[in-house]
């Protein structure tokens, strides 16, 4: 007996045969519609929000451009720039967040030449460190590094924003290898990061405080990445600390 | 070691040699890209606010760097750009195409199959930014140029050679020129070399492009268990890298594996709606699978877009009317009366869209000629099939069209007319597999979806019984489902098979080899290259004998 293959291939998949739109599968999707989606909606919004910040942003900047020079180094525009930056930072981090938490966001690593990445990370907040006259240092060697662009690119965005909100005159962006990982440090000369945010470093979202504003957020956010790198039996971590070269507060990631 | 902080009004060398194109839709992006690109020095920056303009601007000029921005309202979005732009070679390979966007990441964009842009720039954009990226990638654009060109000119064993002797002096591009050296080799099918390079990869670093690229090579070399495996465990690991799901599917579909391939592509799809030439591929498996609702789904998403893109095809349109006749075939109820009337506007929207192709349009009302027949408005079928039937349709239609000629006459109940076209046709292309399968196919199930489905499902049954060692039950489940497809070669064969088996000398003896007779007089005109020909012959010879015994 045989089966003519090709000819009598079944539908191998039972659900296959009459899909009605009275079955019981346009039910359970009518059952689900009904509920809200919480977590989705405000993904969307945020969404919504963060590209409407980024118009603002643009238009702030072509403003600034029409603007006295005496109008756009005054503190209320820096203000006004550096809050709208602050919001935008924020929001791509929840965005950030909800990719890695509802979509299972895994952490995408190629070989990058790590000057070139830090360099492009440091341009985009060039207008904030000149009108607040905060002078920056990139200090790297010629090195590759591997991890995911995006992600380490949104985890430096937002240490960089809190660096120039902290810092008195002047913040050193550096890449070392050290241990078989690659360590991405932010310095600033500011005051530092208070006590209960070293002792309490948020690895968890149950350890955050969000009553210290976005800073948690941003370092919960940099943990998480962090986190998503592995490589022979080594995870990423992030660490803080007080002091480093120019005596103030120190960021690390650690890539394996 | 340190870089210092650079300053900001410093040109780039030599950008004023390059021609910019800009993209996007608000007149305000465009004039501050503008500037900013002046200030880095820039001479020819010429801007366009829609897709549509930008792709007549490439027809009659050479852009040496575009900066599209990946929403441009109605019409054509970045991606459509880019891939017509490349599919049809408006731009140069050694061209820079950077996608701008206002995504964090490359979400919307993400998966698409083909075509990924040079860089992402993502809003907002200032000149610090612009004049870093810009230095960064106008100097990667000429360092690597040399061998891009050899690819543009597919000379690539010279471009392999310049890739080996560039990746020792350019870290910066190590990345890069590893995936381009692996992607010539493969091109050239060398899956050895291919091979060896992601290996090479794997051996420092767990890294997902050189997993693909392992996996990619061994489909190549038909080795599909392999690479069947290395991409379940890429996909568990990097559950939102959407080729690799891509990849997975083309190795269980290359193994017969539909159902599962199928499954794979719905994943792919879900994580990356946008990527037409995904949702065609789902529905093609989809169709070969047999469901022919989630084929029409796919279908219709493919349509949707396809409408700004290069990918678009009278085909999509075709097999979704196709899907749709088959899925309301016989069916009058308000469901049915619905599908059908997707089908007609589908076919309507086909004949305004693609009223050049002939064959198309002619394929269309042979397809809305068994929509009606379908419905039992047969006056309409009729009508429609007379207006597009030549006198002598083999030697004056195509392949394709013949073939949807004969079964729009199956479904009309003219299948002598049918059966002739079909043994034309088969005759004419005895080399060619692939049409004498869809001729098989034709002669042997010329009935509805449905009616396949329910002689199908019973020759499953009658063939276990028959492993069961119950032959009546058997013979009774073969019978019956030739009542739907009555000149089915393997069912058929398959009846005769077990009436044999049964032996001769019993009683109702007489009664089966009249049956077997019955089976013959249906196959007397099964072309001689169907598959079940041979045997046809051999059980031929068999009832015969019986016959002249008793």
Partial sequence: MTHDESEHNEPEDKKVPSRSPTGSAARASTDAATRIDFSMILASAVHDMKNSLGMLLHTMDELGAELSDEVRESKKFNTLRYETERVHGDLLQLLGLYRIDVESLTANIEEHFVPDFLESQVARHVPLLDGHNITHQISTEDINGFFDADLVAGVLNNILNNAIRYTKTHVEIEARQQDDFLVLSVADDGEGYPAQMLDNQPTHPGTMNFSTGSTQLGLYFASAVARLHENAGNAGRICLYNGGRLNGGVFEIWLP | ?550
């Fill in chain 2, 1 to 550: 070691m340190t870089t210092a902080a650079r300053n900001k009004n410093a040109k780039i060398p030599a950008i004023e040699k390059l021609r910019f194109l800009i993209i996007d839709d608000f007149e305000s992006f465009r004039l501050s890209m503008r500037q900013i690109l002046r200030s880095l020095g820039a001479e020819h920056i010429e801007v366009c606010g829609n897709g549509a303009t930008a792709l007549q601007r490439c027809t009659y000029e050479n852009f040496d760097v575009v900066l599209c921005d990946f929403n441009l309202g109605t019409g054509k979005n970045g991606q459509h750009v880019l891939e017509e732009l490349r599919h049809r070679k408006l731009i140069k390979c050694t061209s820079l195409f950077i996608m701008v966007t206002a995504e964090t990441s490359k979400e919307m964009v993400m998966g698409a199959r083909e075509h990924q842009p040079d860089a992402y720039l993502s809003k907002p954009i200032n000149q610090a930014m612009m004049a870093q990226r810009m230095s960064a990638l106008i100097l990667q654009r000429t360092t690597l140029a040399p061998i891009n060109r050899e690819i543009e000119l597919e000379n690539f064993p010279a471009a392999v050679s310049l890739c080996v002797q560039m990746l020792p002096q350019q870290p910066r591009y190590k990345t890069w020129i590893l995936k381009t050296l692996s992607d010539l080799y493969f091109r050239m099918g060398d899956f050895n070399h291919a091979r060896q390079v992601c290996e090479d990869v794997l051996q420092v670093r767990d890294i997902p492009w050189a997993r693909l690229g392992l996996a990619n090579t061994y489909i190549a070399e038909q080795r599909y268990d392999e690479a069947s495996s290395i991409l379940q465990s890429l996909i568990a690991n990097q559950p939102d890298y959407v080729e690799a799901y891509d990849a997975f599917a083309r190795s269980l579909a290359a193994q017969g594996k539909l159902a599962a391939a199928q499954r794979i592509l719905e994943r792919a799809a879900e994580r990356s709606p946008h990527a037409i030439l995904r949702q065609q591929q789902l529905a093609r498996i989809a169709s070969d699978n047999q469901d022919i609702a989630a084929a029409s789904q796919a279908w219709r998403r493919t349509i949707e877009l396809g409408k700004h893109s290069i990918h678009d095809s009278a085909t999509h349109y075709l097999e979704l009317a196709r899907s749709l006749s088959e899925l309301c075939e016989d069916d009058e109820s308000e469901h049915g009366q619905a599908l059908a009337s997707e089908a007609s506007t589908t076919l309507l929207a086909l004949q305004r869209r693609f009223k050049e192709d002939q064959n198309a349009c002619t394929r269309a009302a042979l397809i809305q000629a068994r929509v009606h027949a379908g419905q039992q408005q047969t006056g309409d079928a009729e009508a429609l099939l007379e207006g597009v039937l030549p006198a002598d349709p083999v030697n004056t239609m195509e392949t394709d069209v013949s073939l949807e000629l004969a079964q729009t006459l199956y479904a009309l109940k003219r299948s002598s007319e049918a059966e002739a076209i079909l043994a034309e046709l088969a005759q004419r292309h005895t080399d060619e597999p692939d049409i004498q399968h869809k001729i098989e196919a034709l002669l042997d199930e010329p009935v509805s979806f449905k009616k396949k489905m329910s002689a199908r499902q019973l020759n499953k049954q009658g063939i276990a019984a028959f492993e069961q060692d119950n032959p009546e039950a058997a013979a009774k489940a073969f019978r019956e489902a030739l009542t739907f497809v009555p000149n089915h070669a393997a069912l058929n064969l398959n009846l005769i098979q077990v009436r044999l088996s049964q032996g001769a000398g019993k009683p109702g003896t007489k009664e089966w080899i009249q049956e077997c007779k019955g089976c013959i007089e249906a196959l007397n005109s099964l072309p001689d290259g169907h598959r079940q020909y041979k045997r046809f012959r051999t059980l031929k010879a068999k009832v015969e004998a019986l016959s002249d015994d008793s």
